[in-house]
């Protein structure tokens, strides 16, 4: 599961918001008991971003030592890695209440098909990617590469309004799929040559 940190001390728009959130407090907290009705409509209002980042999902070290040798020493290294694009909604507490209800469901379904049109993702898909390295090191260095694979980050709040009521819905998306390379502190870094790379996206069933 992703971790979901409430939003609100984000930036102005998150204090602004958070305020929101107070006032639409009870409506949310009785999501889970509406009934639904025949053609209730769900309508997305409005879609404020809170936060963008970056989720390390996992790193690989790659030693190279030539402190003792005379020449270049050079290796190549082919890596790779999974990903899944989730969604996590709301504030867990509610949505343990609420999950097994049809309108959280109907929020769920909303929520999804509006990030994916705004981030041409999928949720639920799976994401491979594989990657190929040369990592060289000069004569008498000691080198620690450090790859690091990241998915994006998006957090916001969703206003959507459900026959006569307006929901905030708070949300954190993780998608994408992407490596960096970089030396550990306190240690020299030789060039990095990228050889080749793929990527394959499978949709999960």
Request: aromatic fraction near 6%; glycine fraction near 6%; proline fraction near 3%.
């Amino acid at each position: 599961m992703l971790p979901f940190i409430a939003a609100g001390a984000v930036s102005i728009l998150g204090v602004v918001m958070g305020k929101r959130l107070a006032k639409a407090h009870n409506r949310q907290e009785n999501a889970h008991s509406l009934r639904l009705k025949p053609g209730l409509k769900l309508q997305v209002l409005a879609h404020h971003v809170l936060e963008e980042s970056h989720l390390v999902l996992a790193t690989e070290d790659v030693p190279m030592d030539n402190r003792f040798g005379n020449k270049t020493l050079s290796s190549e290294h082919e890596f790779s890695q999974t990903a899944t694009i989730e969604l996590e909604l709301g504030n867990n507490k509610r949505v343990s209440a609420a999950a097994k209800t049809d309108f959280w469901h109907l929020l769920e379904n909303k929520a999804e098909l509006e990030l994916g049109k705004s981030l041409g993702i999928e949720v639920g898909s799976q994401i491979n990617r594989r990657v190929r390295l040369r990592f060289a090191t000069d004569p008498g260095q000691f080198v620690r590469y450090r790859v690091i694979w990241q998915q994006q980050s998006q957090r916001g709040i969703l206003e959507i309004r459900a026959g006569r009521q307006l929901f905030y819905l708070p949300y954190l998306v993780a998608y994408g799929l992407s490596h960096a390379v970089e030396s550990l502190p306190g240690e020299s870094l030789s060039p990095v040559q990228k050889i080749s790379e793929s990527t394959d996206e499978e949709h999960a069933e």
